[in-house]
T-cell receptor, first 114, second 111 residues
Framework: KAGVTQTPRYLIKTRGQQVTLSCSPI?????VSWYQQTPGQGLQFLFE???????NKGNFPGRFSGRQFSNSRSEMNVSTLELGDSALYLC?????????????FGPGTRLTVT | GESVGLHLPTLSVQEGDNSIINCAYS??????FIWYKQESGKGPQFIID?????DKRQGQRVTVLLNKTVKHLSLQIAATQPGDSAVYFC??????????FGTGTRLKVLA
């Protein structure tokens, strides 16, 4: 069974630009969660999607948004990039939404904002 | 606010010895905990989980201990191997929908 895939793996953007990251979950998984990982803060939850609906959201500004498609693939978008948005963005998929279900992480997209 | 912290940023152990990585959480309502392993350039990998109705759970070479009284969680790795070198972090579920993650302990295995 193929794992969670994320594209692109690396990205360099300039302040003020926007970026779209993509995540394909494991086949059969309907929940996709997004996380931001930085050395100082660890993993911070961005949002979770299930059946094309956002089920839960973390404490990030509205510049961070996402969506999920009918095939469970998900995208996240960050608009008006700031230097502080430089991070590893991880997505994780699971069979169902909410806690208590094993999450499988992708390799992440390394975003650098200059 | 809610937090999950690991006690040591780095832990060095001799190959073949046992490793113990600790984690403390702040929310007494946390009822589900997970340990992850993250190797360089990869996403976190699930190691083992435990629910709050248990105080110990064993997997292959790993054991998780949960002490709800002091809100402490530990991961024990038996007979540590070079392939165990990675960053380990715990996550605590807050309610039904939210995880809080620790920042991680880097485990270095010395030959």
């Amino acid at each position: 069974k193929a794992g969670v895939t994320q594209t692109p793996r690396y990205l360099i953007k300039t302040r003020g630009q926007q970026v779209t990251l993509s995540c394909s979950p494991i086949s059969g998984h309907r929940s996709v969660s997004w996380y931001q990982q930085t050395p100082g803060q660890g993993l911070q939850f961005l949002f979770e999607y299930f059946s094309e609906t956002q089920r839960n959201k973390g404490n990030f500004p509205g510049r961070f948004s996402g969506r999920q498609f009918s095939n469970s693939r998900s995208e996240m978008n960050v608009s008006t990039l700031e230097l502080g948005d430089s991070a590893l963005y991880l997505c994780a998929s699971s069979l169902e939404y909410g806690t208590g279900h094993e999450q499988y992480f992708g390799p992440g997209t390394r975003l650098t904002v200059t | 606010g809610e937090s999950v912290g690991l006690h040591l940023p780095t832990l060095s152990v001799q190959e073949g010895d046992n490793s113990i990585i600790n984690c403390a959480y702040s929310n007494s309502a946390s009822d589900y905990f997970i340990w992850y392993k993250q190797e360089s350039g990869k996403g976190p990998q699930f190691i083992i989980d435990i629910r709050s109705n248990m105080d110990k759970r064993q997997g292959q070479r790993v054991t998780v201990l949960l002490n709800k009284t002091v809100k402490h969680l530990s991961l024990q790795i038996a007979a540590t191997q070079p392939g165990d070198s990675a960053v380990y972090f715990c996550a605590a579920a807050i309610g039904t929908y939210k995880y809080i993650f620790g920042t991680g302990t880097r485990l270095k295995v010395l030959a």
